[in-house]
């Protein structure tokens, strides 16, 4: 799976053969055929190995007995830190986004994206019982989404480097965004 994960992040869906598949992992296509039906079915345990257990930890993190603040936090920056640390990961979700692959889209949906995304609903139904916790969880993932993809360009940009507590200042700044928009910090009053 890991072979597999890595080349469809490199070369996409349509370019990766059956016989790259199984070069890849020093076997034959035939021996790919008697645990998988095709190359769909091989894409599909790819897609599930690399997200499966992200999605747990995600669901498991909004559902937690902590603060609902500390636990937006700690979210943010763990969904941050996953996409930033996993580029076969980020890579094969970009990819799955381009194309559109309906049927690719709707497995992933369903098989990795919906139980962790309701949980953040839920999360943000606690943060603010009077907003629409699905446009909420929606902000949410946007927000960690769009840093992600634009990593590559925030240094020159922003003239500074992109280091880890760049990103943790990011997902501190992401979380008081959706807990209290755009009003100052109590901290920044302070400093005034």
Known sequence: M???????????FAAVSI???????????AALYHYF??????????????????????????????APE???????????????????MTSLLQRELLT?????????TKEVVAAPFREIESLMRRLAP???DTL?????????????????VLEGITGQPVTR????AFANHASHLVLHGLSPRPDAREAH
């Open 100 to 108: 559109g692959d309906r049927e690719r889209i709707s497995f992933l």
């Open 165 to 168: 507590e760049r990103d943790m």
């Open 2 to 12: 890991q072979a597999a994960a890595a080349l469809f992040a490199e070369h996409g």
């Open 136 to 152: 909420s969880a929606v902000s949410v993932l946007s927000l960690v989404l769009g840093y992600v993809e634009l990593t590559p």
């Open 19 to 29: 016989r790259d598949l199984a070069r890849a992992v020093n076997t034959t296509p």
């Open 130 to 132: 009077n907003h629409e």
């Open 37 to 66: 039906s095709d190359k769909d079915a091989i894409y599909r345990a790819t897609l599930e190995f690399v997200f499966s257990d992200k999605a747990k930890a995600t669901s498991d993190l909004a559902k937690g007995q902590e």
């Open 70 to 88: 500390i636990m937006l936090e700690r979210l943010i920056t763990w969904l941050i830190g996953q996409f930033l640390d996993n580029p076969v």
